[in-house]
């Protein structure tokens, strides 16, 4: 029988990251209806640029310090990527059948991975990454590590400053209005170009700081993610439950995207817990079927609310 | 007069289809022009070229003295010409008074631009009342308001309106004729697309009949009202 506080705070961890990275599924979406599969990948490039500016820092540099350095490197990666994926795979697509572009991001997730695998050095194997060394610590009778505390902190603040963002500034403004009305937009004097690529961009740097924070997490909170190491395959599974948070909270809704992963983190968490304390369900409890139950609940959710939690029935006047 | 706007030999197409088969026109400034004609004439397509949301096969289109025709859309709001699109188009989760800061979205002068935001409000007091709420809750005729405002807030040397009155009572049809002609008084210049002939060619001071793609008779607003063909086409008259 495991804790339940301590199972609540690993569910709200794990939530936290799959929120941050859903984030990016809910915006591009939001804004081009695009699915955009390899935002999985972009999470995991993020990962290898923070581990090449912290191999680039010298040898026993405070991680307190290399951390900020470390994010700004995931950032940078991730971003370049991202907005070169929309520039040269995506926009040419604009306006062509929904699958073709759906098609060019699984195809581009696979590219990435084989790139990085084929060219980061050491790369086919994980490679370990940094983490906080001391003790962990008690909070509310849960133990969570110190490169969790991170992500709990990360996961609020960059959600507010999106928040802030979108609603007061000129430019999120010009995203809301681009989301719900393209062409018009542009009779606004919008350059609907660039807020797509900010969309990206934004979405790419949640899902770096995703990242850092995945990886400067220590182990423990779920079996099948390896933390404490990046490797060219951490962004598929993830990415996977990542966009199923964002459905699962209503997609194109960022609020929704954030919700929709602490539930699912928190689901996660329960199921592998309890689940196989209910009599005739030992087998099915336990970490191998988290993913499983991660997915049930999302079958569940769209059967009794398709919009997803936050989600609203599009209902404008015509 | 000077030609704000001039159009010659205009062609659009959707893929094969030719919607806009070769139109030419001009607006002067100052003067309320409009297009009438059946459903599918091409009225809308030849907004939406003009604006920039749709590329023309061939033809020329000059604004104010310039070429428009590979200015991409969001720069055209910027060089005077506005767009109050067919269907009101407004933006349905954001707030009415949003809706009106992004008819401003390319100004920097944010003290005028609050002004035109209250100016907005005098003209359609529904809509100050209503400032705080998503633009989506408003009636159908409402909307059309906030459109035609959120189109002004730009300051356009040109106005274009695609169908103002559509679906709107009597009444407010009336208070929308009204106020384009208070707009040209001010010294808007307004290119007015209308279903209603009559209200349309009252206002105009020149007009156009489109039929499938074609300009098929010009003149000026009493020309044309007291033109048999079109009081039996677009007046219901036989
Ligand atoms: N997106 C589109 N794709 C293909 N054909 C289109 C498209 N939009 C309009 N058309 C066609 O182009 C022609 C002109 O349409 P347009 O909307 O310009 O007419 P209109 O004069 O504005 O008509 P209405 O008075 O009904 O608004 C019509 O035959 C229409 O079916
Ligand atoms: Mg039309």
């Not at chain 1, 990435?112 to 084929?118: D, G, N, S």
């Not at chain 2, 005077?80 to 800061?101: C, D, K, M, V, W």
């Not at chain 2, 008819?103 to 705080?132: H, M, S």
């Not at chain 2, 001010?186 to 300009?215: F, S, Y």
């Amino acid at each position: 029988m495991h804790e339940l506080p301590q199972q609540l705070a690993n569910g709200l961890i794990l939530g936290a990251m799959y929120g941050l990275i859903a984030i990016g599924y809910t915006m591009v979406y939001g804004i081009v209806q695009l699915i955009n599969f390899a935002h999985g990948e972009i999470f995991m490039v993020g990962g290898f640029g923070a581990l090449t500016v912290h191999l680039a820092l010298p040898d026993g540099t405070a991680l307190l310090l290399a951390l900020p350095l470390m994010i700004l490197g995931g950032i940078a990666a991730a971003v370049a990527i991202a907005v070169a994926a929309e520039r040269f795979a995506y926009r040419p697509l604009r306006g062509a059948p929904r699958l073709a572009p759906l098609i060019t991001a699984i195809g581009l997730s696979i590219a990435l991975q084989q790139a990085v695998w084929k060219w980061y050095p050491d790369a086919k194997k994980a490679r370990v990454f940094p983490q906080f060394k001391g003790e962990s610590l008690k909070i509310l009778g849960a133990t969570v590590q110190r490169g969790e505390v991170f992500l709990l902190i990360a996961a609020p603040l960059c959600m507010l400053a999106l928040g802030l963002f979108v609603a007061r500034t000129r430019t999120g403004r010009g995203m809301q209005a681009t989301a719900q009305d393209p062409d018009t937009a542009k009779l606004m004097g919008i350059n609907t170009d660039r807020i797509i690529v900010i969309a990206f961009a934004i979405g790419a740097t949640f899902a770096a700081v995703a990242a850092v924070a995945a990886v400067a997490a220590v182990a423990a909170v779920a079996h099948g993610l390896k933390y404490g190491q990046v490797d060219f395959r951490m962004g598929f599974i993830t990415g996977l439950k990542a966009f199923t948070a964002a459905v699962l909270g209503g997609i194109g809704n960022i609020y929704g995207a954030m919700l929709g992963g602490v539930v699912l983190g928190v689901a996660e968490a329960l199921a592998t817990g309890y689940i196989e304390e209910i009599p005739g369900m030992s087998q099915f409890g336990g970490g191998s079927w988290k993913d499983v139950w991660a997915f049930v609940l999302l079958i569940l959710v769209l059967l009794l609310r398709p919009q997803g939690l936050l989600g609203e029935r599009v209902a404008d006047r015509a | 007069m000077t030609a704000l706007l001039e159009v010659r030999g205009l062609r659009v197409a959707y893929g094969k289809i030719e919607a806009v088969k070769g139109i030419s026109f001009t607006v002067n400034a100052g003067e309320i022009v409009t297009l009438i004609g059946t459903n599918g004439a091409g009225k809308t397509t030849t907004l939406r070229t003009l604006s920039g949301l749709l590329h023309p096969l061939a033809g020329s289109i000059r604004f104010d003295g310039k070429p428009l025709t590979r200015v991409p859309a969001h720069r055209i709001v910027a060089l005077g010409l506005a767009h109050s699109p067919e269907g009101r188009h407004i933006f349905p989760r954001l707030t009415i008074a949003e809706n009106l800061q992004l008819g401003a979205f390319l100004r920097k002068d944010t003290t005028a631009v609050a002004q035109d935001v209250e100016r907005a409000y005098q003209l359609f007091p529904i809509l100050g009342e209503r400032a705080r709420q998503p633009a989506g809750t408003l009636s159908g005729g409402e909307q059309q308001m906030l459109a035609m405002a959120r189109a002004l807030m730009s300051r356009p040397k040109l106005l274009m309106l695609d169908e103002p009155s559509m679906g709107l009572s009597p009444i407010m049809m009336q208070k929308i004729m009204t106020t384009i002609a208070e707009l040209k008084a001010d010294g808007t210049t307004i290119l007015l697309v209308e279903q209603n002939a009559q209200a349309a060619l009252t206002l105009a001071d020149h007009g156009h009949v489109m039929e499938t793609g074609r300009i098929v008779l010009s003149g000026t607003g009493p020309e044309l009202l007291g033109d048999t063909s079109v009081r039996k086409a677009y007046l219901g008259e036989d």
